[in-house]
């Protein structure tokens, strides 16, 4: 039971290059997350999937997409790499979304740098 | 709307010595609180979460917590640090009773040896 799974660990992009994070869980959650965490401003919400062929927006999406490939997949992508994207992205999951009392599981976080 | 202040971005304390780490919040709707914790390159732990049952709450490693509705204040305490406390943490506060979690800015705690 590996829990959440992010790939690639480390990542480093040209302006303007595209890329997909990928993020898997095996805890058989129905909602998955995309964070990202920059200095001295805590976690932002990008984009989140309340159940397998859904998505939505959060607090931060412009310059992002996301994809529910199915129950166990929720990828990231950056279409146009900009330095503002710099950062380091988490991916969660919980059991549901409807209820804050389902704990978020997060991944070990990807750490990108767009020169 | 919802949102969390954390009023130290960075605490020290010796070993075997109490950790205070505070945390204020804003909300529209009774919230549910919690606190994570981040080890270095490491993704978050939940620590602990208050969903308005009792409002002294116990998590894992020694942390406590304590929801004070009337101080919109949510610290979270231990009897005595531990070197592998030492770590970052995040007050968070839920949005609306659904999963859309607001994060605080973080608080670092180091602990001297």
């Known amino acids: 039971n590996a829990g959440v799974t992010q790939t690639p660990k480390f990542q480093v992009l040209k302006t303007g290059q595209s890329m997909t994070l990928q993020c898997a869980q095996d805890?058989?959650?129905?909602?998955m997350y995309w964070y990202r965490q920059d200095p001295g401003m805590g976690l932002r919400l990008i984009y989140y999937?309340?159940?397998?062929?859904?998505?939505d927006k959060g607090e931060v999406p412009n310059g992002y997409n996301v994809s529910r490939l199915n129950k166990r997949e929720f990828s990231l992508r950056l279409e146009s790499a900009a330095p503002s994207q710099t950062s380091v992205y988490f991916c969660?999951?919980?059991?549901?979304?409807?209820?804050?009392?389902?704990?978020?599981?997060f991944g070990p976080g990807t750490r990108l740098t767009v020169t | 709307a919802q949102s969390v202040t954390q009023l130290d971005s960075h605490v020290s304390v010796s070993e075997g010595t109490p950790v205070l780490l505070r945390c204020n919040y804003s909300s529209s709707y009774s919230p549910s609180l919690f606190w994570y914790v981040q080890h270095p390159n490491k993704g978050l732990q939940l620590l602990l979460k208050?969903?308005?049952?009792?409002?002294l709450v116990k998590g894992i490693n020694g942390f406590e917590a304590e929801f004070k509705k009337s101080e919109t204040s949510f610290h979270l305490t231990k009897p005595s640090a531990h070197m592998s406390d030492a770590a970052e943490y995040f007050c968070?506060?839920?949005?609306?009773?659904?999963?859309?979690?607001?994060f605080g800015t973080g608080t670092r705690l180091t602990v001297i040896p």
């Open positions: 968070v506060v839920s949005g609306d009773g659904a999963n859309n979690l607001f």
């Open positions: 805890m058989n959650h129905n909602s």
């Open positions: 999937s309340a159940s397998e062929g859904t998505t």
């Open positions: 969660a999951s919980s059991i549901e979304w409807d209820s804050d009392t389902y704990e978020q599981y």
């Open positions: 208050y969903t308005s049952a009792a409002t």
